[in-house]
């Protein structure tokens, strides 16, 4: 199955990125993420995450650093509630 995303872009990566936080010194939580990887037929690319049973979402995102993962990764880093 294809998905199409908007301004025709077909999602061609799909990634299970799993992110250990440290909110408390000896305690790790390990939260997953599914992200999503497109590019359009101008050489456009866009990612977007979720984390199933979280209630986050990172929406559809124009991105601009060579390593997309990396740069998905670090936006759901900063979605994830820091907890002090």
């Given at each position: 199955m294809e998905?199409?995303?908007e301004n025709n872009a077909r999602v061609n990566k799909y990634y299970l990125a799993e992110i250990d936080i440290n909110p408390k010194k000896h305690q790790t939580e390990?939260?997953?993420w599914d992200i999503y990887i497109s590019t359009t037929e101008d050489d456009q690319h866009y990612g977007k995450a979720h984390a199933?049973?979280?209630g986050l979402e990172v929406p559809w995102t124009q991105l601009e650093k060579p390593d997309f993962l990396a740069e998905m990764i670090d936006l759901c880093e900063q979605k994830?509630?820091?907890v002090l």
């Open positions: 998905r199409v995303v390990r939260w997953s199933p049973g979280r994830i509630p820091c």
